[in-house]
């Protein structure tokens, strides 16, 4: 991890966490995921209209190397996770893996043989977006989500403690299939 | 053996055809020697790369810039569509087929619901026919775009990328006016379409069409004349007449040879015969005159798109779904003011007034219709060449079996064709030209 | 009715007279919802459903079809290569024995009455109730000369699943082919290079048989879990 473990703790810290947030955030280069349908959208997402390049993310990155973002665009088969895999492998941190549409997210409406049922299944990811496919301004909103994410991300012994905290708090959580009467 | 046992990406497999290297930037003498044939190098440009068009992987062997050995390999964005339609009702299927060919939805869905159609023995009202051409030909224009944008994205010429994607947005917007949605609408259904246009589309359609007549020439100007595409794309990826067709071909690939093969004149369907347009051909078969095939077809869509609008401003208040109760979808979709649901007088009458109507509603949208038994192949001119479907039906609600025969999918088989012999680059620029979409490809 | 989507202007009740087409009954299901036999109360064990099919459809067949049919027959040595003619829905479809595929193709594409150069598609299908004759092969030809198209069905029992290759006639069935092998396990003999190409190279049984589960998996959802599509309720 090199420079984060010697980073002071304190206020020092937290001016450094906000203006590596910022750093991070604001120059999020995506590496080119695009598989399906999803992929069309994530393309126009790049095009003219809806900009990406206004966020410093026009330039998509085929090298994994080079990119901090994955953007799984479309439905992950089961010929492609080892791929998949590889890729996210390939990236250097602090890398972030966006899941869009809802193929990638959990399967979408291909529930058989072929697909992976949800890409968490293959790489942790950081954002879920919904959508088949989403609407570029749903791309827009689950990157500034992640931008948001980012911004407050914590460094060196206070992510460790963060993340503490995030897995005592998804323990406890109470199941999907246990959340029953919400139709009252 | 090689000394990379340790790496759990690079090992040796072996398969039916001889042992499987997996290299990841080792030494090249620390592979088996005897793979590699004197100075030929394989390399692997995998399925996840900026220019190969989407996730389809080529291996190719080189000897030096020049490619020997050139070999396609698909499936990575299988998804065993045609196995789910087998378990969703004839209506649920058009949601399945139309992300397929993602770049060009309603192509799959004509293929699909034209031979359920023929299956059926039905004929849709004159004014579902007129909107499917209508949005048939703005689809084959914003596919023509993707497949310019993409194809100039991949040789380098980004500005044709961001003019074609945002000459798309038009069109997608007139998409999304009248299906609801930008891509993958599954607004063909068997019997007519599902909506009826709504207020105000035909002079948003009349406007864009203006709009998109100023645009188009732009790529003409930037591309035609550019010495460096044409360097790029003239001469690559040549394929004859007597090529296209044993490999199966259709589509620009096979009207860029000089043969002037359109379903759409050939074998009409839907009103085509009664539009006044011409077949695009040129005697170039390569990817220079594949391009041109494509923007004079941009035209002839336009021309076409034109006469469907005049038509469908005469058809006000028309039906959009066949008369026969049994099959039609049970109601006019409309948004209330809720931002949701049904059309207010059907929801009126059966909850309010026939029992009957409920129960029929219900069955109709659950259990769905039942098709009779037989077979029947659909073929519809999609922007990339013929796509078919073959439907066979055992009586029931559901599809027993759809396969369709994908334009990309058939078309891809010219890779190895139209790359040995070539560079390295021109593989990219060959396969650019084919233009195919990989979700048809591995469905 | 419309006219036929080919070149040929007749129309479709022509070529298609209700009288000359037998109706085939080729499976009777019984029950629906997972409810057999008639101790069940709800009424829809007690179901039955005739599975019928277009049979075998006698002469005259109408239209084009007729020339087309004995054309073939008249070819070299293909006096009984057509089992059955089925002529539906505007369709012609010759049931083909496997052991004279090769040569039925091959006149079809030389003779230049027949001409069909082009081979649309090749389609796979698994009818698990018809002992002996479980895959169908279906090959769609198109004539562009003729601007007429048929269809070819072969069909070869489960256990010796074997078709010859039409590759060298129709180049563009090699990738079709793979795929039938891919998706239903019929080995097409002299095929180049018959390997898996949309699963996983080594991906066990054959996916699109009707015998191979959809593989899903139940979804979650708040309060309730969803079983998979083939595992739910169905009609028959």
């Known amino acids: 991890m090199g420079i984060e473990e010697k980073l002071p703790s304190g206020v020092l810290l937290s001016t450094v966490e906000g203006l590596a947030g910022y750093m991070r955030k604001a120059s999020f280069w995506p590496a080119t995921f695009g598989l399906a349908c999803c992929a069309i959208e994530m393309m126009t997402f790049g095009a003219p209209r809806f900009d ?18 994955m953007i799984v665009a479309g439905r992950v088969s089961n010929k492609m996770a080892p791929v998949l895999r590889q890729i996210y492998d390939q990236m250097a941190g602090p890398k972030y893996v966006l899941a869009m549409g809802v193929c990638a997210s959990s399967g979408g409406m291909f529930n058989n043989y072929a697909i992976v049922q949800g890409v968490d299944h293959v790489v942790p990811v950081d954002m879920y977006l919904p959508g088949c496919p989403p609407r570029p301004e749903m791309l827009i909103d689950a990157i500034l989500k992640l931008h948001d994410q980012i911004q407050h991300e914590k460094l060196g012994s206070n992510r460790l403690a963060q993340i503490k905290e995030e897995e005592k708090v998804a323990l406890l959580a109470t199941p999907t299939s246990a959340m029953k009467g919400l139709m009252r | 053996m090689t000394s990379t046992v340790n790496d759990p990406y690079a090992g040796t497999t072996h398969s039916t055809d001889g042992p499987v290297f997996t290299v990841t930037g080792q030494d090249w003498d620390t592979i088996d020697a005897s793979a590699v044939e004197g100075d030929h190098l394989v390399i ?10 989407g996730v389809l992987r080529l291996v190719l062997e080189i000897d030096g810039e020049t490619v020997r050995d050139a070999r396609a390999g698909i499936g990575y964005l299988h998804t ?71 194809g100039g994205m991949e040789i380098g010429a980004l500005t044709v990328m961001t003019c074609g994607f945002r000459d798309r947005e038009l069109i997608l917007d007139l998409f999304e006016m009248i299906t609801g949605l930008r891509m993958n609408h599954a607004f063909f ?5 599902a909506q009826d246009l709504p207020d105000g589309a035909i002079e948003k359609l009349r406007s864009t069409v203006r709009l998109l007549k100023k645009r188009l020439p732009e790529y003409a100007a930037l591309c035609n004349a550019n010495p460096i595409f044409k360097g790029r794309l003239k001469g690559v990826g040549h394929l004859e007449l007597a090529g296209c067709l044993a490999l199966g071909l259709t589509g620009p690939v096979l009207r860029a040879t000089g ?21 695009v051909t040129r005697n170039e078969p390569d990817a220079y005159g594949r391009f041109r095939v494509r923007l004079d077809e941009m035209w002839e869509s336009v021309k076409i798109v034109e006469q469907a609008i005049e038509r469908l401003a005469l058809m006000e208040g028309q039906p959009v779904m066949v008369a026969d109760k049994k099959i ?49 192949y659909g073929a519809v001119e999609a922007p990339r060449g013929e796509i078919g479907c073959h439907v066979v039906s055992d009586g029931g609600t559901r599809p ?17 064709v139209m790359s040995e012999g070539g560079m390295l680059s021109d593989v990219i620029v060959a396969i650019a030209s084919i233009d195919p979409v990989m979700g048809g490809v591995d469905r | 009715m419309s006219e036929t989507q080919d070149g040929s202007h007749e129309t479709r009740d022509e070529l298609v007279r209700a009288d000359t087409t037998q109706l085939e009954v080729v499976e009777v299901r019984e029950g629906a919802f997972g409810a057999h036999g008639t101790g069940d109360t709800s009424g829809f064990g007690g179901l039955t459903r005739p599975v019928i099919m277009p049979g075998a459809t006698q002469r005259p067949y109408g239209g084009w079809y007729d020339e087309v049919a004995d054309r073939l027959a008249g070819g070299p040595g293909l006096g009984d290569a057509v089992e059955k003619v089925v002529v539906d829905r505007g369709e012609i479809t010759f049931y083909i024995r496997r052991q004279l595929l090769l040569e039925t193709v091959t006149h079809l594409r030389n003779d230049p009455v027949l001409r069909f150069e082009f081979c649309s598609s090749v389609s796979g299908v698994h009818f698990p109730h018809e002992t002996g004759r479980e895959l169908h092969v279906a090959y769609h030809l198109l004539s562009m000369t003729h601007n007429r198209r048929i269809r070819l069905e072969v069909t070869t029992p489960d256990d010796d699943r074997h078709i010859p290759s039409v590759v060298p006639i129709y180049p563009t069935a090699d990738w079709q082919e793979r795929e039938a092998w891919d998706f239903f396990g019929i080995i097409f003999d002299g095929h180049p290079g018959l390997t898996r190409i949309l699963m996983p190279d080594d991906w066990p049984g054959h996916p699109q048989r009707k015998d191979y589960p959809l593989g899903g998996i139940p979804v979650e959802y708040k309060g309730a879990t969803v079983p998979p599509p083939d595992q739910r309720r169905s009609y028959s």
């Open chain 2, 259 to 279: 043969y002037d093969w359109d379903l759409r004149k050939k074998q009409p369907y839907w009103g085509y015969d009664t539009y006044d347009f011409e077949v």
């Open chain 2, 328 to 376: 039609a979808w049970p109601a006019q979709l409309s948004v209330g003011a809720d931002g949701q649901g049904n059309s207010a007088e059907h929801i009126k009458h059966i909850m309010g007034e026939s029992m009957e109507a409920l129960i029929h509603h219900f069955k109709i949208v659950t259990e769905g219709f039942r098709v009779p038994a037989g077979q029947a």
């Open chain 2, 44 to 53: 692997n440009m995998g399925p996840q790369h900026p220019s190969t068009h």
């Open chain 2, 80 to 150: 065993g569509i045609e196995k789910n339609m087998e378990f969703r009702t004839w209506t649920q299927g058009v949601t399945f087929c139309t992300r397929m060919d993602y770049v060009a939805p309603f192509s799959n869905e004509a293929a699909y619901v034209m031979a359920v159609e023929r299956l059926l023995d039905i004929e849709v009202p004159e004014k579902a026919q007129a909107m499917r051409v209508l949005l048939l030909e703005l689809n084959r224009i914003s596919s023509h775009l993707v497949c310019l944008a993409t």
């Open chain 2, 400 to 416: 027993y079996r759809a396969h369709f025969r994908d334009p990309s999918f058939v078309n891809l088989q010219a890779t190895s």
């Open chain 2, 189 to 193: 259904r068997p019997g007519g379409v």
């Open chain 1, 52 to 69: 990406s390049s206004r966020f410093g993310m026009e330039v998509f990155r085929p090298s994994p190397r080079q990119a901090d973002l």
